[in-house]
């Protein structure tokens, strides 16, 4: 078991400019979930699949923001065009369907945009 | 809607001596409850959880909580804390049957030698 995966780990970049986090769940997990975690408002959640189908993007905080899941095993979070205030760390979790089953995290992806 | 509320921001703990770290929740039902621990860049990990049945639960590293319905909390243990325990502290509800957690702001904890 390889655990939720990542990247990039770290992402610097310049306010305007396009950003693109990736995510691979735990094989036979069918939920997949985005988090942001900022010293102010701590854990948020953006937006969460289900067997690939987005279920609740209401916590995506612009239109800047967007995720997509092609497939069982990737997501991307894109924000367009970045701005300073959506530095923080990106968390992307899975679990195995319902019944109360716990998230399983990845190590997550800090991003910083100048 | 459910929520969280960890009222310590901050606990610093001699190492050795016990810890408990407080855990607040509000939800018409029974929960499900989680207590996750954050290290220095890394994601979160799952140290315990609770859905029914036995109020008492063990979690990995010599964790524990206790679910008390009457006080809606889900208070954290460690009889006797390490130094590899600094880290921060997150406590979790959901509701049965749950798609989503909501995550406490989180518990800092620093151990002293």
């Known amino acids: 078991d390889a655990g939720v995966i990542q990247s990039p780990r770290h992402e610097v970049t310049e306010m305007g400019q396009e950003v693109t986090l990736r995510c691979k769940p735990i094989?036979?997990?069918?939920?997949l979930f985005w988090y942001r975690q900022t010293m102010m408002r701590g854990l948020e959640l953006l937006i969460y699949?289900?067997?690939?189908?987005?279920?609740?993007d209401s916590g995506m905080p612009e239109d800047r923001f967007s995720a997509k899941m092609p497939n069982a095993s990737f997501s991307t979070l894109k924000i367009q065009p970045s701005e300073p205030r959506d530095s923080a760390v990106y968390f992307c979790a899975s679990r195995p369907g319902q019944g109360g089953s716990p998230l399983h995290f990845g190590n997550g992806t800090r991003l910083t945009v100048t | 809607a459910q929520s969280v509320t960890q009222p310590d921001i901050h606990i610093t703990v001699s190492e050795g001596a016990s810890l408990e770290l407080r855990c607040n929740y509000s939800y018409g039902a029974t929960p499900y409850l989680f207590w996750y621990v954050q290290s220095p860049g890394q994601g979160l990990q799952l140290l315990l959880k609770y859905f029914s049945g036995d109020t008492l639960v063990q979690g990995i590293k010599g964790f524990e909580a206790e679910f008390k319905r009457s006080q809606s909390s889900f208070n954290l243990r460690k009889p006797s804390v390490h130094w590899s325990d600094a880290a921060e502290y997150f406590c979790?509800?959901?509701?049965?049957?749950?798609?989503?957690?909501?995550f406490g702001k989180g518990t800092m904890l620093l151990v002293s030698p």
């Open positions: 094989s036979g997990h069918n939920s």
């Open positions: 979790a509800v959901g509701a049965q049957g749950y798609s989503t957690l909501t």
């Open positions: 699949f289900n067997n690939n189908v987005p279920i609740d």
